[in-house]
Structures are given as structure tokens and as C-alpha cells.
């Protein structure tokens, strides 16, 4: 346990130093504690250590955890998401980080509008263009937006992407760059309906790099845990 604290604030340190280096305000960024394959005990402790959200990828883990999660948190879906399993999360998550194509839209919209909400989404954007992974590609971004326009329960809040996996996180700065781009650029539009604020990059192998260019969500994993288990 004590090892989450000990990470915790080295990966705090380490963020302080990435925005000295960028010139920005770190209490503008902010960890969402990736919890996935983590158990409940250990994310009470992460949370008593100051985390605020937390990040999971999969809806039957958040419907596992959700009820047994007793602390005031945000959660955060990060991974794909299905269209038929919308229902199961639209009342629980805070931010939807996984928005990739107009159908998923067109249900988390009716959804939301079912309960009266209004949903925050990030649309995940595929800024690599890797076949592996999902998200729209860079320049999809403007007419994906676009056609959002007309769903009213659904609020687009940013981006986000994952990065292609490098030895040496440098390779992936061109990357982050390249949607911190698109991300000021939708910050100036102030769409209507829309409050554009966040954007999620960064991952345990490259979070300082995100920092430097601008991310202000961090998911981070397996540096605050250590390795998951994929077996419990
Ligand atoms: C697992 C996961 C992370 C965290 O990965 P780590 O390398 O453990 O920090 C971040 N984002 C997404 C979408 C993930 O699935």
C-alpha cells in the first residue's frame, strides 16, 4: 500500500517538473488513477492519497466496482465503448473518454436524454492512425464535431488519444502535439452547447511527455499500482 503513496508522489514531482520545463500551471492537470484489475482496497487507499478520478476501460468492471466504491470520486470510461452497453454506464461515469462514431453518439444521447442528463464527452481521436486502435482519424475531427451539433444531451468536452507505443516517449511528442493543436483550436470556436476543457493524454510511459504539450487528464495505471494482474 504504501508503495501507491510513494508513486503518487513521485509521479507528482515528475509532473511539477514537466510543466517548469513547459511553463505551465501544474494544479491545471490532473491523474486519473487507472484502476482497472485493481482491487477495492487498494483504490480507497489512492484515494485517500488524494486522487480524485478514477479510469477504467471496461462497463462490467465499473458495474463490479461502482456499488463497493464508497468515497466521493469521478469515474472516467476510458476504453471502447459499445453502443449496447451505454446503458449500463450513462448514469454512473463522469466523463465518457471514448467517443468514436456517430452511432455511440446517437445512444448515449438517448440515453441520457431518457434521465434527463447531459452526457460529457471526449471524442477519441486515433491521431496515429493505427489500424489497432480505435478513434477517428485527426482529419475526421472537424465533420465528426459537426455532426454531433445536433445531439442535445451530449456535450463535448475535448479529446483524447492513445499513443503508439514507443521504447522512448519523445517519439510520441509530435503526436500529443499535433491534437493539443486541434484542441486549442476548438477552444477558440466556443461551440455552442459544447465547453471544450479537456484533454486526456498520457499514459504511465508517457505522461511527462503529455504534460510538456499540454494534456491536463493524465490516466495513469501501472505507474500508481505497479503491474496488473490480468488473472484476479
Ligand atoms: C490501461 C490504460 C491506461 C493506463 O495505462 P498504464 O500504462 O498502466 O498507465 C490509460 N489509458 C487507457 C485507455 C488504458 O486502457
Keep these: 500500500m504504501i508503495e501507491i503513496k510513494n508513486n503518487l508522489e513521485i509521479i507528482q514531482s515528475k509532473i511539477v517538473k514537466a510543466c517548469e520545463r513547459s511553463g505551465r500551471n501544474p494544479a491545471e492537470l490532473e491523474i486519473i488513477a487507472v ?15 488524494g486522487i480524485n478520478s478514477i479510469g477504467e476501460n471496461k462497463v462490467q468492471e465499473i458495474m463490479d466496482k461502482y456499488p463497493k466504491i464508497q468515497k466521493p470520486v469521478k469515474w472516467h470510461l476510458i476504453g471502447h465503448l459499445q453502443t449496447n452497453k451505454v446503458k449500463y454506464i450513462i448514469d454512473k461515469v463522469d466523463l465518457i473518454h471514448s467517443l468514436d462514431s456517430i452511432s455511440l453518439a446517437e445512444e448515449i444521447n438517448k440515453r441520457a436524454a431518457k434521465l434527463s442528463l447531459i452526457k460529457d464527452v471526449l ?20 465533420s465528426f464535431i459537426e455532426q454531433l451539433q445536433g445531439f442535445d444531451n451530449i456535450r463535448v468536452r475535448g479529446f483524447m488519444t492513445i499513443a503508439p ?16 493543436q486541434k484542441f486549442d483550436e476548438y477552444q477558440k470556436k466556443e461551440l455552442k452547447g459544447n465547453d471544450i476543457e479537456f484533454l486526456s493524454m498520457g499514459m504511465t510511459n508517457d505522461y511527462e511527455v503529455a504534460a510538456e504539450e499540454g494534456a491536463n487528464l493524465l490516466r495513469i495505471g501501472t505507474g500508481i499500482f505497479g503491474a496488473r494482474n490480468y488473472n484476479v
Aim: proline share 4%; with cysteine.
Design 35 to 49: 484502476t482497472k484489475t485493481i482491487d477495492i482496497e487498494s483504490i480507497d487507499y489512492a484515494l485517500d492519497c
Design 123 to 142: 471524442i477519441q481521436v486515433n491521431v496515429a492512425e493505427e489500424e489497432s486502435k480505435f478513434g477517428i482519424g485527426y482529419d475526421e475531427v472537424d
Design 165 to 180: 507505443y514507443f521504447e522512448d516517449p519523445e517519439q510520441v511528442r509530435p503526436y500529443f502535439r499535433r491534437l493539443k
